[in-house]
């Protein structure tokens, strides 16, 4: 048997806003930074970052423009590719760059988003929408050569429903696609009265009601989030069962009306952005995710592994959700734009305790599945495959 490699590499990682807890694909690349940089030499090249990780170095792009993004993205490919020309081994890019030897894509591509399901005059007209456009030309000639066949370039989906989509528009080598999902990182388990008193304390530090039911919502956008059917769920379910809201606070004066509207201002507590989400999975009792959009559906990952039961949308609306069974590892709305289906999944999990007591436990062997100490050496084996060559 070949031995295995164990040099030390020296990674450039590409990631624009390098902060947890802005959302999936950053706590993504954060989180495998975190575990990479323990047995190598990573540089982060980012506009912002959060609180530093041990032993990573940053190379901050300290200028740049806010509008228009299209411009700013090259902008950011074009610096990122003149510092990273020299003195790595792998460059790992999170975002819509030319350059870098392995490409993780965490979201449908553009010209997915642009031409699918669009056939005779549609599709041409949207040719003829993305030629007379500077905003979409920019970013589809990026993803054009982001994704271009290349032996020494891994294209890295984040999930495997993803991988079944980029084929329909881009061509590569055999093996050059590859498969890598985010990944958990596994609370320290407690026993019964331990999790009681962790409960209490998230909650009081959070400013929620001590005895009531919450359930979670976290995401950026409330509305691709499932918060309008959420609202409609709250005024069918007991007085006692309140709604934790984690996300960006610019959106709440926009839904803030529609809960005055409904009579629900002691039920709805809007948390803002937190730098660390792990309190809220500590302080609430399960998690709705009732999303239209999802490429992965992280949150589903950290509820589970912080022993949350799990009520969320089915695929295709979250394509994670293909890989669970409806009623072992969690719930699966068949239409999460109802409020009385998530209502009644609600209602289910809180009378029935064999159901949660499943959904808690399936829910957590599935979540061990996908431990970040467990997915980083895959990380890593991608790294050497892209340096070695596909072909």
């Not at 359930?215 to 069918?236: S, T, V």
């Not at 006692?240 to 629900?264: F, T, Y």
């Amino acid at each position: 048997m070949a031995d295995v490699d164990t040099s030390r590499l020296r990674i450039a990682v590409l990631s624009r806003r390098f902060e947890r807890h802005l959302g999936g694909a950053e706590n993504y690349a954060v989180s495998l930074v975190e575990q990479l940089s323990r047995r190598h030499d990573i540089t982060v090249f980012c506009k912002s970052h959060g609180k530093p990780l041990p032993g990573v170095h940053y190379q901050v792009m300290g200028w740049g423009l806010q509008r228009p993004r299209w411009l700013d993205q090259w902008l950011f490919a074009l610096w990122s590719w003149w510092h990273t020309r020299h003195g790595f081994d792998v460059v790992h890019s999170h975002e819509n760059v030319f350059h870098g030897q392995v490409q993780t894509v965490h979201v449908k591509p553009v010209v997915h988003n642009l031409f699918a399901h669009r056939h005779g005059w549609r599709k041409w007209w949207k040719v003829l929408q993305v030629a007379t456009s500077p905003r979409l030309l920019a970013y589809v000639g990026l993803e054009h050569l982001r994704m271009r066949r290349d032996a020494h370039r891994v294209i890295v989906a984040a999930s495997h429903a993803l991988a079944e989509v980029l084929p329909q528009h881009f061509h590569w080598w055999p093996g050059q696609l590859q498969v890598l999902t985010p990944g958990v990182r596994m609370p320290e388990m407690l026993d019964a009265p331990a999790q009681m008193r962790v409960r209490a304390q998230a909650r009081d530090s959070l400013g929620l009601p001590a005895s009531a039911t919450l359930l979670l919502m976290i995401g950026h956008d409330f509305r691709k989030k499932g918060l309008g059917a959420l609202l409609q769920a709250l005024p069918l379910l007991p007085a006692d069962v309140h709604l934790a809201v984690v996300g960006q606070p610019a959106q709440i004066p926009a839904w803030q009306p529609l809960v005055e509207q409904a009579g629900l201002q002691a039920r709805v507590h809007f948390l803002g952005v937190l730098q660390d989400t792990r309190i809220a999975y500590d302080a609430c009792d399960m998690l709705v995710h009732a999303t239209l959009e999802d490429t992965f559906g992280m949150v589903t990952l950290e509820a589970m592994a912080h022993q949350l039961p799990l009520l969320v949308s089915r695929a295709p609306y979250c394509l994670s959700s293909a890989h669970l069974q409806d009623g072992d590892q969690a719930l699966l709305l068949q239409d999460p734009t109802s409020g009385k289906e998530i209502a009644h999944g609600v209602t289910r999990i809180c009378s029935d305790a064999s159901l949660r007591n499943r959904l808690i436990t399936h829910g957590l062997t599935y979540a061990r599945q996908f431990a970040w100490d467990t997915l980083a050496p895959q990380q890593e084996a991608l790294y050497r495959l892209a340096i070695k060559g596909v072909a």
